[in-house]
């Protein structure tokens, strides 16, 4: 009965001991898991506090007996094994291209270009949307440019003799305004004085194109002529509403054309005044960084537009007088104002020329017959070849000169855009921003060329 305790108190020693061992074994996991590094002493060495106190308060015999008690080396735990680094399940993946840099070179371009092209054109819409609105203001503004262009070195020329600006100014202004409505006058009066007698004349040339054309080989019929007229009636008849409310809105049109000559009238005074001090003025409005390169070009902008429009006049002018020399030796009605509507027809480029020269082709087909009408023809194209390869080239130079697609083009916007007054200033403004533009890009150059750097010196 003496063994009994003993053997009671070994086993429940070693019950304690593994108890205390499991709980280290739960301590040591959880720091595993935090990622605590383990520690480097064996689990031998570490022995419980509680299995201290134990084998303190047993005999040495006690102590042997539980060292040779079978099972003993089966209850040391070894040291843990070194855990290996994880494999590389995944192959490395290479990181992702920059999209602009997957986007083709050719596509890129196109598209800086495009966005590029968007915003003018978006820019572009908006001014055309603001000169529509004040049209008139505008229209009045550019005649105005135009007419100083023309009356601009009269003054120039009176200051140099002495003369005070405000004088010169009246005086210049006062004598154009006067020698344009005095030609407004004259048309009005020629073409009231002979309407009588050119009623007459058209009816009789309208009975001599009937006969013709009924004993020409096209084969026409009297019954196809009277068709033809019938037609003619019943269309003035059916669109009398039209033509009244014509007639209502040329009211409307008239007084909008008073108010653009007033104003036409007040810009040209100021600006053969103070065209300068208004100049200086307006770079202001522009950049700094820019300022140097459009005051050079204003200068140059100003003397291709004077260049063009005393130039246009002088060809306006001798346009009007051999063509209405023509038209007077061949017995033409109403010579006089016809050959005014052609000095007048001149400041639209090549579609003015065919204007008024059809003009007067008509009038003479209907007058003084066929014949007349092929020789005012002959005399119209005559003169319009003189102009277009003698006279533009010597006078305007080759400041002004702008390549005939451009000319018909321009013409054809000025006019869709705002009428008549719009296809008038349109190849000025196509030739002043040539000139402009030809600066500007000259100026860019010589400024790139000053700023570069020196080339290195030879070693």
Known sequence: MSQVPRWLGRIGAELTELGERLDERRAEVERETQGEDDTDVPRAAVVPAGVREAGRGRPAAAED??????????????????????????????????????????????AEAGWRLLILAGTVWVLMRVISAVQLVVLAFVTALLVTALLQPTVARLRRHGVPRGLATALTAILGFVVMGLVGWFVVWQVMENIDNLSSQIQDGIDELRKWLLNSPFHVTDKQINEIA??????????????????????????????????????????LYDGKRIWEWSLKLVPAAARPGVAGAGPRAWRTLTAY??????????????????????????????AVFIFLFAFIPLVGAVVSGA??????????????????????????QIEG?????????????????????????????????????????????????GYLRSYAEETALRQAPPPPPDA
Do not use: C
């Open 65 to 110: 007996e539980e060292s040779t008690a079978p099972g003993a080396e089966d209850s040391e735990v070894s040291a843990p094994e070194q855990v290996p680094a994880p494999p590389q399940y995944a192959p490395a993946v290479a990181a992702r291209p920059d999209p602009a840099a997957a986007v083709p070179w050719g596509v890129r371009v196109a």
């Open 230 to 271: 019938k037609n003619l009636r019943e269309a003035v008849g059916a669109n009398t509403d039209q033509i009244t409310s014509a007639g209502l809105e040329g009211v409307t049109v008239i007084v909008e054309g008073l108010t653009g000559i007033l104003l036409t009238m007040f810009s040209t005074l100021f600006l």
């Open 309 to 338: 429009v005393r130039g246009t006049v002088i060809v306006a002018l001798i346009d009007a007088i051999f063509i209405g020399l023509g038209i007077y030796f061949l017995d033409v009605p109403m010579a006089v104002p016809l």
């Open 359 to 384: 003009l007067a082709v008509v009038v003479a087909l209907v007058t003084q017959g066929v014949f007349a009408a092929v020789m005012v023809l002959a005399v119209v194209l005559a003169v319009q």
């Open 389 to 437: 390869h003698i006279l533009q080239p010597f006078i305007l130079g080759r400041a002004v000169r702008v390549h005939p697609l451009a000319v018909v083009l321009s013409v054809a916007a000025g006019g869709m855009i705002a009428g008549i007054g719009g296809a008038v200033v349109a190849v000025p403004l196509v030739a002043v921003t040539n000139t402009v533009v």
